[in-house]
């Protein structure tokens, strides 16, 4: 059973900076996809960014420009800078091998 560990959310103010990080205990040789997702209370689930296993990036139109994605072998960031109340959200990694795998979620607010 792959697991997700995903750590660094918290409180920031505007315009300040975050850095979540998620460790996925898969082989790296199954690891098509990394990303992450976010989800504000009422509102759906929405991508923030990908990874593929080829190093090719995909960022929601929303976020580019200020996050970034690297990847380190089995871990995946997200590089959060010059965040905004609306980022505010609750944080999930996903994992895609030959299944779908999600983390548990970390917690991102942005608030003075």
């Known amino acids: 059973q792959v697991q997700l560990v995903e750590s660094g959310g918290g409180l920031v103010q505007p315009g300040g900076s975050l850095r979540l990080s998620c460790a996925a205990s898969?082989?790296?040789?199954?690891?098509?996809?990394m990303g992450w997702y976010r989800q504000a209370p009422g509102k759906q689930r929405e991508l923030v960014a990908h990874?593929?296993?080829?190093?090719t990036t995909t960022y929601a139109d929303s976020v580019k420009g200020r996050f970034t994605i690297p990847r380190a072998k089995n871990t995946v960031y997200l590089q959060m800078n010059s965040l905004k109340p609306d980022d505010s959200a609750v944080y999930y990694c996903?994992?895609?091998?030959?299944?779908?795998?999600w983390g548990r979620g970390t917690q991102v607010t942005v608030s003075s």
């Open positions: 996903n994992l895609i091998t030959y299944e779908n795998y």
């Open positions: 990874i593929t296993s080829g190093g």
């Open positions: 898969a082989s790296i040789f199954s690891i098509r996809n």
